[in-house]
């Protein structure tokens, strides 16, 4: 069988710290939240070929405010 191969997020080289004693499941439930978030907000769909860098950019930077804002440390 052919399986796709899973195309990387943008925010996969962020490195995301729980600060207040977030479980592995709730940062992956954030994250994907925070994601979906920027998705909306920016116009950036990370799985199209056509994203313009500025707009990757752009959705790096709100998925890490949201991230930071729900309690991680992100770089």
Do not use: H, M, N, W
């Amino acid at each position: 069988p052919s399986y796709a191969k899973a195309s990387r997020s943008p925010t996969d080289e962020l490195v995301i710290t729980a600060e207040r004693g977030q479980t592995a499941t709730q940062k992956s439930f954030d994250r994907i939240d925070c994601e979906r978030a920027a998705i909306s907000r920016t116009g950036y769909e990370p799985s199209s070929p056509e994203a313009g860098a500025v707009k990757k950019a752009d959705y790096v930077r709100d998925v890490s405010a949201c991230l930071q804002g729900k309690g991680y440390g992100v770089r």
